[in-house]
């Protein structure tokens, strides 16, 4: 027994994969969706399935809160992403990668005494364009696992699983460039079984999005923009480091996470959503 799994593929994806990106899309351009039905098995269904599950697990054992001294806080970010951005983010897929990165900065904004206004209405307006599950009260006072739980059920009941987990890719991309960024705390904001949790959510993400790849040309799209990380490339052995040696670590692949950020952003690659 099968069961029918939506995919979403622009029509001018065509022109985005010849053409580069000399082209920018229109609004009108990037409404133009053709809805194609792919066929998964139950079998790869229950693996995707077990993979969320386990996601979710994980997302509730890596809770955490950043802190940084006054003196830190003196120096604004200048690294998050404008709220005038999100005019540009036009398919349901870009909205969703959006949200997650604003969601992600809004508590920068707020560790850092910054105005959230503008964010607040981004993620409202991204919320309501992209039909979510949750309200934006419970969007931001609930632990992202419930988020995460309630955005599953969600992408199931629809036949949209694709979504949760571009959605969870752009999340985790988001919390390396932010910790990347960030200056170095006066105390970790996790433990050192936090931190392989968070090795083993990757894990999981990269797992479900290789299965999608095979369904998805978005999903196939991400893979290639994970390439750019020794982490995830193909026949390259990459050894994480130390929970020790972590922040280092982290801060000295900003660069790194500022391309694949990019390239998440604005679809620098194969294809536009």
Not at 92 to 120: H, I, N
Request: hydrophobic share 40%; glycine share 2%; with cysteine.
């Amino acid at each position: 027994m099968k069961r029918s799994f939506l995919l979403a593929i622009t029509l001018v994806m065509v022109l985005a994969v010849s053409c580069k990106n000399t082209k920018k899309l229109t609004p009108e351009e990037a409404a133009m969706v053709e809805e194609t039905k792919v066929e998964l098995s139950e079998e790869v269904l229950a693996t995707i399935d077990q993979l969320a599950a386990d996601y979710i697990e994980l997302c509730k054992k890596t809770d955490f809160t950043v802190t940084h001294s006054d003196q830190q806080k003196m120096v604004k970010p200048d690294y998050l992403l404008e709220p005038s951005f999100a005019q540009t983010l036009l398919s349901k897929s870009q909205k969703y990668c959006g949200l997650a990165v604003y969601t992600a900065e809004r508590v920068v904004r707020k560790e850092y005494d910054m105005s959230t206004e503008e964010v607040d209405n981004v993620i409202a307006k991204l919320l309501v364009d992209i039909n979510c599950p949750v309200n934006m009260d419970d969007y931001n006072n609930l632990p992202a696992s419930e988020v995460a739980q309630k955005f599953y059920e969600d992408f199931k009941e629809r036949g949209e699983l694709d979504y949760f987990w571009k959605f969870t890719f752009a999340a985790q991309t988001e919390i390396c460039y932010l910790g990347a960024n960030t200056p170095k705390p006066e105390v970790s904001p996790i433990t050192e079984e936090q931190y392989y949790y968070f090795a083993e959510r990757f894990e999981k993400m990269f797992s479900a999005l290789k299965i999608l790849a095979e369904y998805d040309q978005e999903a196939a799209a991400i893979i290639d923009i994970l390439k750019d990380d020794p982490l995830f490339a193909e026949d390259t052995e990459f050894s994480l480091p130390s929970f020790e040696n972590a922040g280092d670590f982290i801060r000295s692949r900003v660069e790194l996470y500022t391309i694949i950020r990019q390239k998440l952003l604005a679809y620098d690659l194969k294809l536009y959503f």
